[in-house]
Structures are given as structure tokens and as C-alpha cells.
């Protein structure tokens, strides 16, 4: 059993291809300014229900993603936006989704927590907290049984690896060797209950060598680093070797859901310092330093991702809601 | 019983899901059936009650899969499983044990459909049992059969004969929805004639066991023989003549069969073996209240268990089920008001 801490890893060593470190680049800053839209949208009323953020913690479902095909499953979590955008839900079906519009991925019957995407293998984003894990098991074991080399990812945070489902799931894709890998964006705090006074191990990747099976916890604002340790996971579940956990110690900048400042349990200090581990400058400065990318090639991409992300909001917010007479729908 | 043309054999309950199990695992590759004790059980050939028995020796270990005591967690598993092709059917021991799943069945197999739009389908079939009447106590005993109707998206079966336990859960093996299948150990070794060839019995349709004109009884599951033997007394002693009505299916529930029989009859009583509070009779009495008042000669009567746990002794476990005696006496009290 091994369990390695790569800090910045993604420096040196293997150079990505640098269309994927492109692609990457994008992709978080998708995320970024997607979101960061869809909070000006809950403050002006358009949003139902809870909407929670995943600013600060691009780098893990785009690091995870970006070594996935379109026919390997997801689940999500309830912070679930990143994810979805990483793995290729179009921005206007989730804008959409998320405002309650008919247009949207689920028709508007999901909303922000619970974006499904068949399509592009996200199956669910599951907002129990946990619950999402033994679900993934199961695709995992439709995967074995079909002779299918796709493989299955949960995505999950601190708090989940503290419920039963965590401890159920990983056991049964121990035992069963099912080609899963569970994903732990470890942001540090449940809500406004913080990791050391929730959970017995110091890294959450410990809890692998209970079930028999790999764990790792690396830098989860380092993408290069979440890729890398990701690719290798995906490869011994499609050579049926099976499931990984992977603990991605990130942070998210901004407070549970929009209602929370985020400030009554952490302090500025804090938020300062992580936010100068942003993963996106990360990024933005290894490919200059590498010479990938010129700022001015950089600023065009931004142009381009606010100018998508205006579009996809601009598609939601014109969009109609579904009509009172199909609210019946889809119940069975 | 007969159907004309077919060759009628009698076996027991048990018999008959171990049947439609095996039939329609045989006719569909995509259904598997996972649960504890599953491959061996006490006897070496599969299940505690040998309702899984022989099906890992044709089907093998990973269709027929022995799981962890786990219940969340497999449950949650074969619901991904449903998502992603696969129709899981899932046996959990004793219906007490939904509690330990009742997070995935209903936050989870009930509500996906629904919350992503119709994307997704839930092809799983939950096979359980009511543990009611061996002695096996509070938490081996329940019957929490109106708690899954009270669940949009989850369908729920209470067979009470073999013919219909087999051709029931075939039906709910091909169904697409998330359905809890209640099997009862009252009845595990009851005995009646099903056809040799292939058959089903939709989901939703009543069935008038016993055809009467003096009053409706609406019997559930494991009250179903109790209530056709009421009945035998009733013509017999007073010359009552019940009708006695088997929803098998409670969701979708056959309202149709059961009001008309009430519009017929004009007096209606519903049995089960589950709590009075709340229970499947509650519901059935709303309907025909909201529906069919007007033609109503007494007040409904409900007879179920008491509001007290399943008691281990059998001195007092006897007095928490309804008996033949309790449908009698509550049938003379609306047939004398």
C-alpha cells in the first residue's frame, strides 16, 4: 500500500501536451467565470433554491476530467457546476438548468444541485451528502459485468468520507475490483465544521489501506498534479485492476452556498492565503514560464470564455419554464 | 383454478418467485440478483427462504451476487447499476432491513427519473420480507408497506397467492420503474396452481378474490387467506355474502376495481397486518370516501395491527395480527348498523 503527497508536482518531470494543458487552462476558467456569473444571478433573484460554489477548487474536476472519455461515467456532488463543465455539459443546458428553465440539461427539475448529463456520461450529481459513492459502485459493476472498458469517477468532499456510504462503497469496489475511482476534493470544512474536528485520519486517502486498495492525496490546486495521479488511476481501472481513492486537498474561496460569506468559521488570513494558491494563475504562469502561451494569447482566451459564458446566461435567462401542465412528468 | 388451456401445477409461494426469477433471468442477460445469502444460505442452494435457490449454480457468481451486510451500500449499487443497463433485482432479508436503505430507495431509485428530466430510468426490483408471525420480534416484524406508498416514484407490490407472486414480479423484472416487492413469511409456504406456460400479471390490477355481494373486503397480502376464510365463515354461519378484493399492486393502486365493487356493495372493510396508523387502509378509506360516498350504507372499518411494536413472545405477537375472528366481528358491525 502506498500513499504519496505531491506537492507541485506538475513542474518538471513529464511535460502534458500542450493542447490539453490548453484545454485545461480553458476549462477551469470556464468554471471561474461561469460561476462567478451564476452568483450575480442568485443575487438578483433568478436562481431557486441553494447554489453552491466551487471557486478555488477548479483544478480537481478538470484535472480528473480531462482523462475521461464522453462514455465514462460521473457522479457529482452538490458543488457539482465545475464537474459538469468539465465534463462537457454544454454551458447554456446548465445556466438553464440551474435558473429552472425547461432548456436546461434536466429539464429544469434538477436545479443547481443534481445536474445530470447522460449524454456525456455525467449520470447524476448527488446532493446527500455520501450518497453518491455506492452509485458509482454500481456503474462500476454494470461496467464489469458489460465488458465495457469505461470506467466509474465519484466526486465527493471531507464530510462525505465521514458517512456509512463512504465506508460501504469503497468496500464493495474493494472487494468486487470494480473500475471506480473515488475522487476526494477535501476542501477542509463541512459546511462551517472543519476537517480535523470532524474526521480520525490527517490525510482522508489513509482510509484506502482499510479497504485494500491504492490511496493518494495530492495538491488539488495543482492540475498537472491531479491529472497525473488521475491518468494513473483511470489505467488500472481499465486494465481491471481496480478502484482508486484519490484525496485533492483544495479550497473553496467563497462560503458554503451563496447565503454564507464564509468568514464566521475560517479567517481573512486564510482565504488570502489560499487564494494565492488560485489553481487558474497556477496554471496562466507555467504556460508563460513554458512558453505555451503569450499573455496576449491568454487574454483572448478570456475574451472568449466571458463571451460563451454571457451567451449561456443570456440563453437562460430567455428561456421559458416548464409548463404547468407537464409537472406530473417523468414521475415514473 | 383453471385457465383454459393451460396445464395447471400446484406449488408453493416460494416456489413461484424462485420460478419467475429464474425465467426471467434466463430470458433477459441484463438482469442480476445481488443480496445476502443470495449464492448459499443455510442449505447450500441459495437464499435463506430458498427463493434464490439454484440460480448461482446455472447463472453464476456475477449475476448472482452475495453482498456484504451492507444494505445502503448495495442497494445504492444496484440503483448505478439500473442507471447504467443492468436490471438489478435486490433481496433484502427482512423489511425491517429497508430502513437501512431508505436513503437510497428514496432519495435516490424514486427520485432520479424525475430530478433529471426524464434522463434516466430505474429498472430495480427491491424483494423483501414481512417477517410478521415466527416470533422474531420488533425490529423482524414490520410492515412498511404504506411508508414506500407515500414515495412518488417508487411503484409497490404485495402479491398474496403463488400465481400471483410469479407473474407480479415478472412483470416487475421488465417494468423501467424502482419497485418494493413485499413478499411475507406467512406466506412463503402457501400453496396454489399456476399455469406450466409462460405468464405475468400486470402491475396495477386488482384481483377479486372471491366475488360477494353484501359487503367488500379489501385484503392485503399476507390478510388475504385470513379474509377468504372469513368469508367462507360468514356465508356458512350468518349468510353473508363478502366480496374479497386483492389490490396486489398499492402503487399504482386499482382504484377502479375497488370502487366498483363499493358502488355494488355499499359497505367496505380494508385488512392488513401492517399498523392501523396511517397505514394502506387509511388510503384506501380516503378514496372511497372522496370518490364513492354517496353509495356508502355504513361507516368503513379498517382492521389492522394494534399501535404497539411486534412483541418476541407469541402469547402476545398473535394478539398484533388481525385474525379471522377480528374481520368477522367487524364485518357484523357495520352489516348490523
Not at chain 1, 108 to 113: F, H, K, W, Y
Not at chain 2, 248 to 264: C, E, G
Not at chain 2, 265 to 282: D, F, H, P, Q, Y
Amino acid at each position: 500500500m502506498y500513499k504519496l503527497l505531491r506537492e507541485a508536482e506538475g513542474e518538471g518531470l513529464e511535460r502534458l501536451h500542450s493542447d490539453l494543458l490548453i484545454w485545461m487552462y480553458t476549462k477551469m476558467l470556464e468554471i471561474r467565470r461561469f460561476e462567478e456569473k451564476i452568483e450575480e444571478e442568485y443575487r438578483k433573484g433568478l436562481i431557486p433554491g441553494l447554489v453552491h460554489l466551487s471557486i478555488g477548487q477548479e483544478a480537481v474536476a478538470v484535472g480528473v476530467c480531462a482523462n475521461l472519455r464522453d462514455d465514462d461515467y460521473v457522479i457529482g456532488t452538490h458543488r457539482g457546476h465545475g464537474i459538469a463543465i468539465a465534463k462537457g455539459v454544454p454551458l447554456d443546458k446548465l445556466a438553464a438548468e440551474i435558473l429552472g428553465k425547461e432548456t436546461g440539461c434536466c429539464k429544469g427539475r434538477g436545479g443547481s444541485m443534481r445536474v445530470a448529463y447522460v449524454d456525456k456520461g455525467l449520470l447524476y450529481s448527488c446532493p446527500i451528502v455520501g450518497t453518491g459513492l455506492p452509485l458509482a459502485v454500481g456503474a462500476g459493476l454494470s461496467i464489469k459485468l458489460r465488458k465495457t472498458n469505461q470506467v466509474a469517477v465519484c466526486f465527493f468532499g471531507d464530510g462525505a468520507s465521514n458517512t456509512g456510504d463512504f465506508h460501504e462503497a469503497l468496500n464493495l469496489a474493494s472487494i468486487w475490483r470494480l473500475p471506480v475511482i473515488f475522487i476526494c476534493e477535501n476542501n477542509m470544512y463541512a459546511i462551517s465544521v472543519h476537517v480535523k474536528k470532524s474526521t480520525s485520519v490527517e490525510n482522508i486517502s489513509d482510509r484506502a489501506r482499510g479497504y485494500n486498495i491504492p490511496g493518494f492525496t495530492v495538491d488539488g490546486n495543482d492540475v498537472i498534479a491531479v491529472y497525473k495521479i488521475v491518468r494513473e488511476a483511470v489505467q488500472r481501472a481499465r486494465n481491471g485492476e481496480g478502484p482508486t481513492l484519490i484525496e485533492c486537498k483544495t479550497y473553496r474561496i467563497v462560503g458554503h452556498g451563496t447565503t454564507d460569506p464564509g468568514i464566521a468559521y475560517r479567517t481573512i488570513e486564510e482565504i488570502e492565503e489560499w487564494k494565492r494558491k488560485c489553481p487558474i494563475d497556477r496554471l496562466r504562469r507555467y504556460l508563460i514560464a513554458n512558453g505555451i502561451l503569450s499573455e496576449e494569447d491568454l487574454n483572448r482566451i478570456g475574451s472568449e470564455v466571458e463571451a460563451r459564458v454571457r451567451e449561456a446566461i443570456k440563453f437562460a435567462e430567455e428561456s421559458p419554464y416548464p409548463s404547468p401542465d407537464q409537472v406530473a412528468e417523468y414521475v415514473y | 383454478m383453471y385457465i383454459r388451456g393451460c396445464t395447471m401445477r400446484e406449488i408453493t409461494y416460494v416456489e413461484a418467485l424462485n420460478e419467475a426469477l429464474r425465467e426471467e433471468m434466463r430470458r433477459d442477460e441484463r438482469v442480476i440478483v445481488m443480496g445476502e445469502d443470495v449464492q448459499l444460505g443455510y442449505s447450500g442452494r441459495g437464499g435463506l427462504f430458498l427463493v434464490t435457490a439454484d440460480l448461482m449454480r446455472e447463472f453464476g457468481p456475477e449475476r448472482v451476487r452475495d453482498t456484504p451486510i451492507s444494505e445502503e451500500g448495495f442497494v445504492g449499487a444496484a440503483i448505478g447499476a439500473a442507471i447504467t443497463g443492468l436490471k438489478p433485482v435486490v433481496e433484502i432479508m427482512y423489511a425491517d432491513f429497508l430502513l437501512c436503505c431508505m436513503n437510497q430507495i428514496v432519495n435516490v431509485a424514486a427520485k432520479l427519473r424525475y430530478s433529471t428530466g426524464g434522463q434516466l430510468k430505474v429498472p430495480i426490483v427491491i424483494r423483501t420480507m414481512i417477517g410478521q408471525g415466527r416470533g422474531v420480534g420488533s425490529d423482524h416484524s414490520q410492515v412498511p408497506i404504506a411508508w414506500f406508498m407515500n414515495v412518488p416514484g417508487l411503484k409497490v407490490v404485495a402479491p398474496s397467492t403463488p400465481y400471483d407472486a410469479k407473474g407480479l414480479l415478472k412483470s416487475a423484472i421488465r417494468d423501467e420503474s424502482p419497485i418494493i416487492f413485499f413478499e411475507s413469511f406467512l406466506l412463503y409456504r402457501t400453496k396454489g396452481f399456476v399455469p406450466t406456460e409462460e405468464y405475468i400479471v400486470p402491475l396495477g390490477e386488482a384481483d377479486v378474490k372471491r366475488k360477494g355481494t353484501d359487503l367488500t373486503i379489501v385484503a392485503i397480502s399476507t390478510m388475504v387467506p385470513c379474509a377468504l376464510s372469513a368469508a367462507k365463515k360468514l356465508k356458512e354461519e350468518f349468510n353473508i355474502d363478502a366480496e374479497v378484493i386483492d389490490p396486489r399492486t398499492l402503487v399504482p393502486l386499482d382504484k377502479k376495481t375497488i370502487i366498483n365493487s363499493v358502488m355494488k356493495t355499499n359497505r367496505l372493510i380494508i385488512v392488513e397486518s401492517g399498523v392501523k396508523t396511517c397505514g394502506v387502509g387509511a388510503e384506501i378509506a380516503s378514496i372511497v370516501a372522496e370518490e364513492t360516498f354517496d353509495y356508502l350504507d355504513a361507516p368503513i372499518k379498517r382492521v389492522a395491527a394494534p399501535h404497539i411494536p411486534a412483541p418476541a413472545s407469541p402469547a402476545l405477537e398473535q394478539l398484533t395480527i388481525p385474525s379471522e375472528n377480528d374481520i368477522i366481528r367487524a364485518v357484523r358491525e357495520i352489516l348490523q348498523g
